[in-house]
Structure formats: C-alpha cells, structure tokens
C-alpha cells in the first residue's frame, strides 16, 4: 500500500476530500474520462461474441471471393456502428440525430448482409433490435420492436432461410429489444433517484440555514431593540445629570449585550452540529460518487429520537469521518454498511451505538490518523467509546461509535403547567 492512496485511513473530521477517481463510470451518467469510456466500450464489445456465427459463415460456408469481402466489409462497418453508439450515448449533450443515423445503418448492413450471404447472418438483427430500443422513446419503443422483429421474420422468409431459425431469431430481437428497454427505465429511475438524493441533501442543508437565521431573528432582534432603548434612555439620565441613573442603565446594556453573545454562539453551535439525518442523506450522494453502494435500513434516521444532541451529534460526526474515510482511503470498497444497535457495559448504562463498516482491503499496517483522533475526543466530551479495525472475517473497516442513551428527565409532579 502506497502513502499516495493510504498514510492512515481517515483524514480530519469533516472534510470530504476529492473523490478518489474510478475506471468506471455510473450507469447513467456521462462517461467524464477517456480510460471510463475505453472500460465501456470493452464490456460492450464482450455481448458482440455472438457475431462469431455469421465470421463463421463467411471462412467455412462457400462463399466467393466478393462475397467474403463484402460480409467482412459489412460485419466491421456493423461492429463500428455499434462503437459509435455506445460513444454517443456515453457523452453529455449526444446528438439524437446522429445515433438514429447510426442505427438505420446497421438495420440496413443487416438486410443486406443476410440477403446476400444467408441465415447466419440474421444474427445481426439481434444487435441490430437492442440498439433500437436504446434510441427509441419508451413509449413507441414496442411498436419498433415489433416491426423489426417483423422485419427480421420477413427478411428470412425472403432468403429462404430455415423455419426453425427465423422464429428464433425474431423472437430473439424482440425479446433483447425489450429487455433493453427495460434497462433503459432502470437506468433512468436510478439517475433520477441520485438526482432526488441530492435534493434532499440540499434542502436538508437548506433547512439548517433557515433554522439559524430564524433563531438568530428572534435573539438579536429582542437583545438589539433592547439595548437600542437603554442607550437612548441612559442619554437622557446623562442630560439630566442623573449619573448614577445612566450608570445601571449602561450595566444593565453590558449584561444583555453579554447575554446575547452567549446566545449567538450556541445557536451557531446548534447549526455546526451535524445531525444523522443529514449526514445520512450526504453519505448517500458521497458514496454513490465514489461507486460504493450505501446499505442502511429507513429506520435508522429514528433510531433514537430522545437522544441528547450533544450526543446525537457525535454519532453524527463518527458517520461523516467513517464516509470521508471510505471515499478518500477505501480503494476497492464497494458497499458500506450502516446500523444501529444498544448495548449494555457492565454497570448497566446503556449504550447507542453506530456501526459503520465497508467491504475494502482494510486498515493494513497504517496507524490511526487525526480523524480518528478527533473523533475518539468527541465521543468522549459525552462519556461514549470508540471502536475500530477489520470488518468480520478480516475485510474491510469498521468504526462502531458508542454515546450513553441517558433517559430524558422527566417533569417534577408540581411543576405549573401554566405559563
């Protein structure tokens, strides 16, 4: 392990760091580096296995010499075809024109390769209906379906092909093209789920910002209007020669100038705590940018509601450093876990406690950083432990942070309800 992707396994607390780059892209998004779009373009030439069948045809069918010459030459427009689509539909702001150019061309090197060369090369149709149902709008996707496996059928049956071979090939274009579209609505919902993810992450931060601007209204408008009224009501004790009059009034604007102080930092206190909640939602659209799939139950956003929030709030913390430690350290790791527990130590005091836990190589020989320093502090201004090293069977990380779950007080039986 190299200190360039690992000296320790966090960094400090708080910082997102650069997203550590991936030779995969996610699906959905545009392809953003020549190395993602080389990875892409391989995985697709994998399914083009399948045109072994007619480059069978063209070395050992009897075909003459223009006859071979012309599969081959049809056989690597059509392969390059199916390149330039795939790169098109790879980049941000592709051309719809130029991809319904491109697959007219291989419908059309299909017709003309099978009508030429024979059945074996009904094969391409295949390719031919997924590309289709790649460029078609959904809701006029099964009708183009139809007509290409229409199509499909018609061009064996005019070439004479075997029965038996022109209903599997058609069935087979109509099916891949269908299973296409719906990958196309899969890959669709899961952009607009990461979309929708980080909305909520921003309106979250959104919330917050409202929050302390509503509490900062209400504290410095009361202290300010306060003080306002005392100045002008100790200048007028001082005109009249009331010294000692001005004296308590200018006292009394030192204490609530104080006490509004006092106020404006807790309330700045309150909107720099993180909430779990929050970093739940950020956690979701950090890992999913570095291509680590975050497995949480809904529930763990309630999971301790009477939580105190100083202690809340380091749970908050031990959540945010485990996801800065994944994304900045966690080289291979493609799942994190998150759950939340109770446990008891040995004088009865309960206990909550936040497991998180990625599938990466794992902390190795590195010493713990600052991170894990300044985390381990945090927890323990509210009486909690920090615990951490390998995931079950030796794999991955794990940090489990522990707070006490102290009951909230009750209120006293005589205690007025009036106000």
């Not at 003459?64 to 081959?72: H, P, R």
């Not at 007028?236 to 020669?241: E, L, N, T, Y």
């Not at 975050?294 to 945010?320: F, H, K, T, Y």
């Not at 006490?404 to 007025?416: H, K, Q």
């Amino acid at each position: 392990m190299t200190d360039e992707h690992r000296t320790d396994r966090p960094d400090e607390p708080g910082e997102a760091g650069p997203v550590r780059a991936s030779f995969m892209n996610v699906p959905g998004a545009p392809v953003e580096t020549r190395r993602q779009m080389t990875v892409k373009v391989a995985w697709m030439l994998l399914w083009m296995t399948y045109l072994a069948y007619p480059a069978s045809s063209l070395l050992n069918g009897g075909h003459s010499g223009a006859e071979q010459v012309f599969g081959w030459v049809c056989l690597a427009v059509f392969v390059a075809a199916y390149v330039l689509l795939v790169i098109f539909r790879s980049q941000a702001g592709m051309k719809p024109r130029a991809c319904q150019v491109i697959v007219g061309t291989m419908i059309v090197l299909a017709v003309a390769s099978a009508a030429v060369l024979g059945g074996a090369f009904l094969t391409m149709f295949i390719y031919a209906s997924v590309c289709l149902a790649v460029i078609t709008p959904v809701k006029h996707a099964l009708r183009a379906l139809v007509a290409m496996a229409l199509l499909t059928a018609g061009t064996g049956l005019a070439i004479h092909a075997d029965n038996d071979s022109t209903t599997t090939f058609a069935l087979s274009a109509f099916l891949s093209g269908v299973a296409m579209t719906g990958l196309q609505r899969l890959v669709t919902t899961m952009k607009e789920l990461r979309e929708a993810r980080a909305a909520v992450a921003h309106l979250a931060a959104s919330e917050e910002r409202l929050r302390l601007a509503r509490d900062l209204h209400d504290l410095l408008g009361h202290s300010l209007s306060l003080i306002t009224l005392k100045s002008e009501l100790a200048g007028r004790f001082m005109d009249a020669g009331k010294d000692e009059a001005a004296r308590a009034q200018v006292a009394e604007i030192e204490q609530v100038a104080r006490q509004s102080l006092i106020d404006v930092r807790e309330a700045v206190t309150g909107f720099r705590r993180p909430t779990l909640p929050v970093e739940l939602a950020a956690a979701r659209t950090a890992l999913a940018a570095a291509q680590v799939r975050l497995e949480a139950a809904p529930e763990l956003v309630d999971a301790w509601p009477s939580l105190a929030n100083e202690e809340a709030g380091a749970l908050a913390w031990a959540l945010r450093e485990a996801v800065t430690n994944i994304v900045r350290h966690g080289e291979g790791a493609t799942v994190c876990t998150v759950t939340a527990d109770e446990s008891w130590d040995g004088g009865g005091e309960r206990y909550a406690v936040l497991e998180i836990t990625d599938n990466g190589p794992g902390p190795g020989k590195s010493q713990p950083g600052n991170g894990l320093s300044g985390l381990e502090e945090r927890l323990a201004l509210v009486g909690g432990r920090l615990e951490t090293g390998p995931g079950e069977r030796g794999k991955g990380f794990r940090i489990r942070a522990s707070v006490p779950l102290r009951p909230v007080p009750a209120p006293s039986p005589g205690a007025s309800t009036a106000s």
